[in-house]
C-alpha cells in the first residue's frame, strides 16, 4: 500500500486506544469524537448522530460537553473508545487502555471491549499487563523475553 492507502486504512477501518487517552483538552467529549468524523469525512448531521450515538454507546451522553478534565479517568477512557468507534472500524488497537485505571473501572472497561467483540463484531487487539485480561479475552498471546509465546485460550 501507499501512503494515501493506509492513511485511508488508518482513518476508516482501525480505531485506536491509548494508554493517556490522547484527548484535546479544550474539546469536549463530543467534539473529541466527531473531529474523528470529520478527518473521515462524514458530512455533518451524520458526525452528530454518530457522535451522539458512540458517546450514548460508552455511557457517556450526559457527559458529551463536558472537557476531559472535568472527568475521570474512566470517563476520558470512555471517551476515548467513543471515538476509536466512531468510524466504525473492523479492528481496534488498544495499547494498555486500563493502564491508569482501578480496577472497578477496569472491569467495565473491558466488559465494554467484550461487548463489542461479541455484538458489533468488532476485533479488539488489546496490549497489557493487566492479569485481568484473562478473565475477557478470547485468545491471549505473552512476549516472554521479546518472543511470542503460543496462545492460550480465556473464557470468552
Known amino acids: 500500500m501507499n501512503e494515501t492507502q493506509l492513511t485511508l486504512l488508518r482513518r476508516h477501518r482501525i480505531g485506536f486506544i491509548f494508554q493517556s487517552f490522547a484527548l484535546l483538552p479544550t474539546y469536549s467529549a463530543f ?3 466527531e473531529l474523528t468524523l470529520r478527518f473521515a469525512g462524514l458530512k455533518r448531521a451524520e458526525q ?6 458512540c458517546l450514548r454507546v460508552v455511557g457517556l451522553d450526559q457527559w458529551m460537553h463536558h472537557r476531559p478534565d ?3 479517568g474512566g470517563q476520558q477512557q470512555r471517551v476515548s473508545i467513543a471515538r476509536a468507534l466512531a468510524t466504525r472500524p473492523d479492528l481496534i488497537l488498544a495499547d494498555e487502555p486500563t493502564g491508569e485505571l482501578d480496577t472497578t473501572t477496569t472491569h467495565q472497561i473491558l ?4 461487548h463489542l467483540v461479541e455484538k458489533e463484531g468488532i476485533t479488539v487487539l488489546l496490549a497489557t499487563h493487566d492479569p485481568l485480561i484473562e478473565e475477557y479475552a478470547d485468545i491471549i498471546f505473552t512476549i516472554e523475553d521479546g518472543l511470542l509465546a503460543a496462545p492460550a485460550t480465556g473464557p470468552g
Open 31 to 33: 467534539e473529541n469524537v
Open 48 to 53: 452528530i448522530e454518530r457522535a451522539q450515538l
Open 70 to 72: 472535568e472527568m475521570s
Open 111 to 114: 466488559s465494554l471491549f467484550k
